[in-house]
């Protein structure tokens, strides 16, 4: 039989949008190399253009906090206010109908682009996205993008921020876990994956969506293809890449942070009738290293109910049942299944060739290997050898 590698388990999940509690103290371990990166890509504005002077004076007047302080506060009050004034400024500066309510993240995008960003670029928008152009208007918004200014403020971040954020927790199922001193504006990247979750900075990322409007669309940053597709919730809201590993941890019920053993995630899972799917997600990976096929089998099957969407899910659980004669058929259309919602997936291509093979099936597995071969450079050398094996 040819071999099949589990998938990297980053899942999805379903858990009430909450601020986890904190174990005080938290010792942050920021690089030096991190720290470099709270300076943005994009250059200050020397004087504000008024509209954002006044929409910045707004921002100042309902939270009382200066614009321009060394850090900002993390706790959830000043969250929620910093969120209430930002949607405040943009209605009564612009005319513009921000809200939480609305489950469309393109509504943000209409915002920067319209009204926030600087107005070199403003005009090469058409709401969301970048208008058709010419040639030369092409050439011209190239130059403009890269001669970019953004509000030299923080509290314009931290605002700005506070709100996508309260978005993300209202619509993504993120939980806020930011550790002071939280610095606003900040350049490195927007999300990153810890223990199997997708962690967000959302401060990053509207720093990011004024720096460079069309490549950072916060549409796309929340998009369930990107984040639902392929991980588990909650989704911690992050000040630093240094925060990662601490708040993926903090995110899960407290049982369960330092499970270590199919016993510990069986202990906590038998008598939890809402368990978030992540913690199955990491009593999977137990279950699999552990070799407990019948509980990985369980587990699966549970956390599939939670998260239909999710295709790397599906793909292990077909992985293992693989191995079974009885249940071949079965991993057969849970990978068909998968490819049907993400045809670019190239493991379940090569694990669905290797199933076809040992089922007969050599035109068909021929297909799916040449697929992998074609399109995924990392599994190129794994598609060849099961080319070899399949034969003219």
Known sequence: MWRRGLAALLLVACSEPRQSEVPRPYVR?????????????A????ENPPELARFISILQKRTGLAPSLPSYPTDLESIHRAAAAFEAAA????????????????????????HLIDAKVQRYFGGAKLRDMTEKESDEYSKAVEAIRIPREPLFFYCAGAH?????????????????PLRPIQAFSDMISASNTMCYHPFAQVTGKMSDPEGDALDFASSPEIVSDRYLPPFPLLATPADAQQAAKMALPAEVRDASSTEDYARFLNRSENAPVRVYGLAIEQAWKEKEWMLFETWS??????APRNTMLRHNLAVVLSNDPQSIAEAISLLRQTLAQNENYARAHLTLASCLLDTGQRDEARKHAEWVRDHDGQLKRDAEELLARIGK
């Open 29 to 41: 371990h920021e690089s030096a190399a991190e720290l470099k990166l709270y300076q943005p890509f």
């Open 43 to 46: 250059e200050y504005y020397r």
């Open 91 to 114: 209605q009564e500066v612009f005319g513009f109908p921000l809200s939480l309510n609305n489950g469309d993240p393109k509504q943000y995008d209409v915002l920067f682009n319209t």
């Open 164 to 180: 996508w954020g309260e978005w993300l927790v209202r619509h993504r199922q993120a939980t806020w876990q930011l550790y002071p």
């Open 301 to 306: 099957r549970a956390a599939i109910k939670l």
